[in-house]
């Protein structure tokens, strides 16, 4: 005798002619066109990742710088300790360091003609200067 199988029930087929199941929401729990999930919306006064960014760039913090106390902003701060690695031969921070000069020099270069220009083999010296030392890496390091 060959035993028989229960079977659920076919699942009623919606008005809308949609079935629920994976990846199909039923009416009644899906948002209406027009409505949001988010009702009340952002709060006022709440700040977005660009504005915490800016303010915690502004922040001011006390460094000593040649011996004296002084109050700068933490960006200030952080641009110093990139500068005194890089200048103390950490090779990562040289790049770094040298990637933001020459993103900043060449915006400069873009907006006024320079006093002294160089010449096409000076600039193929200095890149090629420039594309070894990013392949450096410094003794000792695992990475």
């Known amino acids: 005798m060959a035993k028989t199988v229960k079977r659920p029930p076919a699942r009623p087929i919606r008005s809308s002619g949609q079935k629920d199941g994976r990846g199909k929401r039923s009416g009644r729990t899906h948002y209406k066109k027009g409505e949001t999930g988010n009702k009340r919306g952002r709060p006022k006064g709440s700040k977005n990742l660009t504005t915490l960014f800016t303010q915690a760039a502004n922040n001011p913090v006390t460094a000593t710088i040649g011996g004296k106390q ?30 933001y000069v020459d993103k900043i020099e060449s915006r400069a270069a873009a907006a006024r003609p320079t006093q002294y220009p160089l010449s096409e083999p000076d600039l193929e010296v200095l890149k090629a200067v420039y594309e070894r030392m990013k392949l450096c890496e410094p003794e000792g390091s695992a990475s």
Request: glycine share 6%; charged share 25%.
């Open 70 to 99: 002084r109050t700068i902003s933490t960006l200030h701060a952080t641009i110093m300790q990139l500068a005194k690695k890089a200048a103390g031969g950490e090779h990562r921070a040289m790049v770094k360091f040298l990637d």
